[in-house]
């Protein structure tokens, strides 16, 4: 049975208050509703050993929102994937369109933190996608250069043991989530796609969708046999939203 991988990106919000108001009410259900799904939060770097600790015993997985290229040494004000994995955190958003938009994040850089996450037994969650609301053709031809320049480097496992979150852009924290039918269609895409390269691959590679998601619009996506998660921003600031989603993914599983 499909198990969906839901992933609650805070962005650049929360305090020790929120977040430990926000654990405990979740705490109550989540221990039930995580058996069925991966439940991932990624809080800010500075807060995420507080969410480990919280989370620890309720089979919550911790999820960082960035890392740097470089694993020690003179880089001030840089994280390191060895110290988020001597953290507890599993898995790692890279190449949010945020960070490619306001921090210059380019292809080349994507790929060299992709590869240190997976070099580590961390799961990296690419996020790919279109600026802007283009038709199906022009949408594939992003995504496959997108998926290419990571194959050209790091070969055709590449995507083993990954999540890849297709989120366009046009869509995310703008109220306007894509067709479900639209990004089933995607998804499929990006799935045969990948399977071309390496059939193995494929079956342990998670492909979810982000932008725009909430309690209200969740259960047309979940219903869609290509749509493995979701990766969710505003609304997963709200602890019963957030469940709300959960609760009707556990539906579906
Ligand atoms: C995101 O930041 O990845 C995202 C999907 O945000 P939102 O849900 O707010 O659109």
Known sequence: MKKFLLVANWKLNGSKKMISDYLSSLKSLASVYSKKNIIVIAPPTIYLSQVYKDINNI??????QNVDINLKGAFTGE???????????????????????????????????????????????????????????????IIEEQ????????????FRNTVIAYEPIWAIGTGLSADPKHVQYIHKFIRNYIQE???????????????????????????????DGLLIGSASLDAKEFLKIIEIANYYT
């Open 59 to 64: 089979d919550i997985f911790l999820g960082a």
């Open 79 to 141: 994280t390191s994937v060895l110290m988020l994995k001597d953290i507890g955190v599993k898995y790692v958003i890279v190449g949010h369109s945020e960070r490619r938009l306001f921090h210059n994040e380019t292809n080349n850089i994507i790929i060299k933190k992709f590869n240190l996450i997976k070099n580590l037994n961390l799961i990296p969650i690419l996020c790919i996608g279109e600026i802007q609301n283009n038709n199906y053709s022009q949408t594939k031809k």
């Open 147 to 158: 998926l290419n320049c990571i194959f050209k480097v790091l070969g055709k496992e590449a």
């Open 197 to 227: 390269y390496d059939p193995i691959s494929i079956k342990s590679t998670i492909i979810q969708y982000g932008g725009s998601i909430n309690s209200v619009n969740t259960e047309e996506f979940i219903q869609q046999p290509d749509i």
